[in-house]
């Protein structure tokens, strides 16, 4: 199975802040990654398909870039909303498996 | 709209059985891989199984193979989880997912005694 690290696992940052997330593949997964974000008591939401495609509605300060094995969720300026935890996901080969998650707090 | 909505959770035994249903709306059905996505309670989410747009291939995690089955009605729009052999390790949200992009708001499976 693939392996995919997720760091760190939480963090706190402010609005405005300009926040990283970095997923790590156990062996390439080619582009084929995808980030999710999810609130306290709700489904998941997908943000961003092949490493760096944007889910349609999703705000442009979502991006992702990456291939291979290192990947990144990168939020230009974080907004009140966007406190959630996201995961990472690989669909390149089964199972399908997710990063443990990071949890983005208000500082 | 895009709609999935998860029917079927609820406590049952060890041992025990239950069959999970999701209704899709809104998008062509038919067109999409279908995936069940768990998460136990307070932890992450676990991937668990899918099938493809005619029904005709399906894959699982090891933890559910042979107890699990995935399958689905294109003419009803409706995805099915049948749990057997159920566990209190598969005490978990069960979401549907359409594609890994598309998802539904869930439905708790309790195994307990």
């Keep these: 199975d693939i392996q995919m690290t997720q760091s760190p696992s939480s963090l706190s940052a402010s609005v405005g802040d300009r926040v990283t997330i970095t997923c790590r593949a156990s062996q390439g997964i080619r582009n084929d990654l995808s980030w999710l974000q999810q609130t306290p008591g709700k489904a998941p939401k997908g943000l961003i398909y092949g490493t760096s495609n944007l889910q349609s509605g999703v705000p442009s300060r979502f991006s992702g870039s990456g291939s291979g094995t290192e990947f990144t969720l990168t939020i230009s300026s974080l907004q009140p909303e966007d406190f959630a935890t996201y ?18 707090e208000i500082k | 709209e895009v709609q999935l909505v998860e029917s079927g959770g609820g406590l049952v035994q060890p041992g025990g059985s239950l069959r999970l249903s999701c209704a899709a709306s809104g998008f062509t059905f038919r067109n999409y891989w279908m995936d069940w996505v768990r998460q136990a309670p307070g932890k992450g989410l676990e991937w668990v199984t899918n099938i493809n747009q005619d029904g005709s291939e399906t894959y699982h995690v090891d933890s559910v193979k042979g107890r699990f089955t995935i399958f689905r009605d294109n003419a009803e729009n409706l995805l099915y989880l049948q749990m057997n052999s159920l566990r209190a390790e598969d005490t978990a949200v069960y979401y549907c997912s359409g594609s890994l992009d598309l998802w539904g708001r869930g439905t708790l499976v309790t195994v307990s005694s």
Excluded at chain 1, 90 to 98: I, K, L
């Design chain 1, 87 to 104: 995961y990472c996901l690989q669909y390149n080969s089964y199972p399908r498996t997710f990063g443990q998650g990071t949890k983005v």
